[in-house]
């Protein structure tokens, strides 16, 4: 049996389905009680027995060779079965591979899951949250660490619910600030304003029938909150310079990394609006909690990049296991960053563990200070002045086309915003 082994002794149990743990010796270590309640077996009739018939040359010992998430289809009795297999990190280091197995039906697939990866418990769970909250009109409110895709969840919501033939509209609430908040938001008419040259329909407006995703809510100011709740609850707002009421009907989705229950507590945002916003909680897993799914989300991510390259990356076990044992405070955003690094890093498109470092986090505010300056980045970390550097060029190579800029980054115009003003590149 495993010993020394918590975390995978407790993951057998809190497994729903049938579920083997196998070591690098292709000897199974683990399986759980769902396991022996399909197959009408015992467990100790299992324990410490070869994976199958077929080792060493099975589709066990090609995961511990590459370290690759797979699936697969058996047959076995008059059942089809759904067989899917990945890479397990125990506490001691060591790796183990996880193999899950459910009968095939019709209704096994409940969410495509687009643009994310993963197959661990955790992030399965949270994928059926996702679902019950596409076929709900409540608001949606996503709580998670920075990093983590919660963008990414609000479009799965939007594409698999009855609001997806209509706009997904993003209201990004960190550049909201009280002068722009009523324009951007509800619109203008001409006139109403020195530079309002024309009437603007606001994003409320753009959202009508759609989804309305209001990203890190917990950045809003607190003088503007009670127009939003107001808004929220009639449906009913007026442009900026205009005595008409205008009514639109949106789904709203809301998502922030701060902890609201605090901030009502400090005064810092209002309690009526918490409660109206966060009718259908869902918290995203960090990357921490889901440390299984890295070989899986990697390789997406390689092929994601080597698309944008036109090139074909791959990589080492080793720098696999390295990727691993990192607790990804930046979570997935900062795994893409690591891996987009490693790719200009690598020797012939493959990816060592020489290749992989990490960004520091305790001395990183102190090196965004003064980035404007070239002479302040003599002394910081390679990785922030190659990004200052690399910004700054293209800000020059496009003239400051945020768009364009953007789309050679392969990053969004909102995400390429936060970083001119973390390096105060503006």
């Known amino acids: 049996m495993l010993e020394n082994s918590i975390s995978l002794e407790s993951l057998l149990e809190t497994h729903e389905r049938p579920f083997i743990i196998i070591d690098n010796t292709l000897t199974i270590v683990g399986l759980n009680k769902a396991w022996e309640q399909q197959f009408s077996v015992s467990r100790a009739d299992f324990i410490d027995q070869p994976c199958c018939n077929k080792a060493p040359n099975c589709r066990h010992q090609h995961l511990f060779q590459k370290l690759e998430a797979y699936d697969a289809i058996e047959r076995q009795a008059d059942q089809q079965l759904t067989i899917r297999g990945y890479p397990l990190l125990d506490n001691d280091g060591k790796i183990y591979l996880g193999e899950s197995i459910t009968q095939a039906t019709n209704t096994l697939k409940t969410c495509d899951t687009q643009n994310m990866a993963g197959s661990c418990a955790t992030f ?8 019950q909250a596409a076929n709900t009109r409540a608001t949606v409110f996503l709580m998670g660490e920075t990093g983590t895709g919660k963008e990414l969840a609000a479009d799965f919501i939007h594409q698999h619910s009855q609001c997806k033939g209509h706009e997904l509209v993003v209201v990004d609430c960190t550049v909201l600030s009280n002068d722009l908040f009523e324009s951007e938001l509800f619109g203008h008419e001409k006139g109403a304003f020195t530079g309002a040259t024309s009437a603007k329909k606001g994003l409320f407006e753009l959202a009508d029938k759609g989804t309305l995703f209001l990203d890190e809510i917990g950045d809003l100011p607190l003088a503007q909150q009670p ?3 107001r808004a929220l609850e009639s449906g009913q707002f007026r442009r900026v310079g205009s005595t008409t009421a205008l009514k639109s009907n949106v789904r709203i989705i809301c998502a922030t990394h701060r902890n609201l229950p605090e901030m009502i507590k400090a005064g810092q945002f209002r309690e009526d609006l918490y409660y109206r916003l966060s009718v259908f909680p869902i918290q995203v ?9 890295i070989p899986e989300i990697s390789q997406y991510l390689l092929a994601q990049l080597g698309q944008r390259d036109e090139q074909q990356y791959s990589i080492a076990k080793p720098a ?12 997935i955003r900062e795994l893409k960053n690591c891996l987009q690094l490693a790719c200009s890093l690598c020797t012939d498109q493959h990816i060592t563990e020489n290749d992989i470092t990490y960004m520091p986090q305790q001395s990183q505010e102190i090196e965004y200070t003064q980035p404007s300056k070239p002479e302040s980045h003599n002394n910081t970390n390679p990785l922030i002045r190659m990004e200052y550097d690399v910004i700054n060029s293209l800000l020059s190579k496009y003239q400051g086309n945020r768009k364009l800029i953007a789309a050679e980054m392969d990053i969004s115009e909102r995400t390429l915003y936060r970083k001119l003003k973390r390096l105060e590149l503006n």
């Open 285 to 293: 897993p960090s990357l921490r909690e889901r440390l299984h799914d």
């Open 227 to 229: 127009k939003l709740l």
């Open 320 to 331: 696999l296991i390295k990727l691993l044992k990192h607790t990804w405070p930046g979570n």
């Open 124 to 131: 399965t769970a949270y994928q059926q949250k996702l679902s």
